[in-house]
């Protein structure tokens, strides 16, 4: 494999790391191994570990990172995978800038999980911070069409479930 075989401090690690979290997560949705899952996560951890701070693409690593968990979540009902997904996807969209293209998504990835720990704890609080993640989200002029309706639909659906 080219992640084993590249130096721990080579310039391309982190990049290669990315990539085998997306091909092992792509192979999961296919084949349900969570040992795929499972070492997507740590490829994602391990990027997000090697990539500096304020490095540009450090938001985007995040957010594999905070799906991935949130996937495994999903899973395994493991709350920690939760509230790492959380806190991973939250730094994210700190670190995005408000005209950033993929700002919408990110603040949709975070309202997603906070809904689903809505689900799981009952926290108004989450509820309420996902649906103003949402509307926000719905709201960036910079985000392609689809991003913004599906906001638009889950911050709807949020507001139809109380």
């Known amino acids: 494999m080219a992640v ?3 130096p721990q401090d080579h310039p391309d690690r982190t990049g290669q790391l990315k990539n085998l979290g997306n091909i092992l997560v792509t192979k999961f949705h296919r084949m349900g191994s ?10 994602a951890k391990m990027a997000v570990a090697t990539i500096p701070q304020g490095h540009f693409d450090r938001a ?4 594999n990172l905070g799906n991935w968990l949130g996937r495994r979540f999903n ?29 919408a998504n990110r603040l949709s990835n975070l309202g997603n999980q906070l809904k689903t720990r809505f689900h799981r704890t009952g926290s108004i609080d989450d509820t309420d911070r996902a649906l103003s993640l949402h ?8 985000a392609s069409p689809s991003a913004r309706i599906e906001s638009a639909w889950l911050a709807a659906l949020i507001l139809a479930s109380q």
């Open 4 to 6: 084993t075989a590249t």
């Open 34 to 43: 969570m040992d795929d899952l499972n070492r997507a996560v740590e490829s």
């Open 60 to 63: 985007a690593y995040l957010n």
């Open 75 to 103: 899973w395994t009902g493991f709350m920690d995978d939760l509230k790492r997904a959380v806190e991973a996807v939250d730094v994210a969209v700190t670190a995005t800038h408000q005209d950033h293209p993929d700002q």
């Open 135 to 142: 509307q926000e989200a719905w709201h960036c002029q910079t």
